[in-house]
T-cell receptor, first 114, second 113 residues
Framework: QKEVEQNSGPLSVPEGAIASLNCTYS??????FFWYRQYSGKSPELIMS????GDKEDGRFTAQLNKASQYVSLLIRDSQPSDSATYLC??????????????FGQGTILTVHP | NAGVTQTPKFRILKIGQSMTLQCTQD?????MYWYRQDPGMGLKLIYY???????DKGEVPNGYNVSRSTTEDFPLRLELAAPSQTSVYFC????????????FGEGSRLTVL
């Protein structure tokens, strides 16, 4: 059974702080990892993807991947109240018969307070 | 482009009724997916399709059926609705050979009473 685990939170940080969201996965075959943001009552939207070990930065967001530890994280710098949402971590096997099927974690609720 | 469009957005069903959730995308994506999301949970894959005429089961297919007669449309059929199918259903599509970067529809909230 492939599993992706997240701390469901809620995680509360003050405006301007760094929010750190964590995710672990059990299937060592997983190759591709994604962070989706989901506002309350809305659909998920992709904010970051990461495929190789190390860090990947995009604006205020940094995704980190450590395949040896089976660990993925998302850092949000200078957190804003508009970042308040549920963050979903997802994993996929690359290519082959994976067909882009994702295994999602249960999501971490992030609240950024002014 | 409208992206991925789902209808209806809300529906209440009685136990034993059947219905179809519609999903259409105008991005010419080959890969399409149906997920369900229960409160406080992540998304579970119900069915997916890699192109017209090709569908396969996901993690939680029981009680559902799909078809894919065109690239654009991927309807999800619920037969004999049960309270356990109360959920929010999301249709999604992917443009790059199913690489996991998904575009989601707005969701359909289904309640079975």
């Amino acid at each position: 059974q492939k599993e992706v685990e997240q701390n469901s939170g809620p995680l509360s940080v003050p405006e301007g702080a760094i929010a750190s969201l964590n995710c672990t996965y059990s299937d060592r075959v997983s190759q591709s990892f994604f962070w989706y943001r989901q506002y309350s009552g809305k659909s998920p939207e992709l904010i970051m993807s990461i495929y190789s070990n190390g860090d990947k930065e995009d604006g205020r967001f940094t995704a980190q991947l450590n395949k040896a530890s089976q660990y993925v994280s998302l850092l949000i710098r200078d957190s804003q109240p508009s970042d308040s949402a549920t963050y979903l971590c997802a994993a996929s096997n690359a290519g082959g018969t994976s067909y882009g099927k994702l295994t999602f974690g249960q999501g971490t609720i992030l609240t950024v307070h002014p | 482009n409208a992206g991925v469009t789902q209808t209806p957005k809300f529906r209440i069903l009685k136990i034993g009724q059947s219905m179809t959730l519609q999903c259409t995308q105008d991005m010419n994506h080959n890969y399409m997916y149906w997920y369900r999301q229960d409160p406080g949970m992540g998304l579970k894959l119900i069915y997916y399709s890699v192109g017209a005429g090709i569908t396969d089961k996901g993690e939680v297919p029981n009680g559902y059926n799909v078809s894919r007669s065109t690239t654009e449309d991927f309807p999800l059929r619920l037969e004999l609705a049960a309270p356990s199918q109360t959920s929010v259903y999301f249709c999604a599509s992917s443009y790059l050979q199913g690489n996991g970067e998904l575009f989601f529809g707005e969701g359909s909230r289904l309640t079975v009473l």
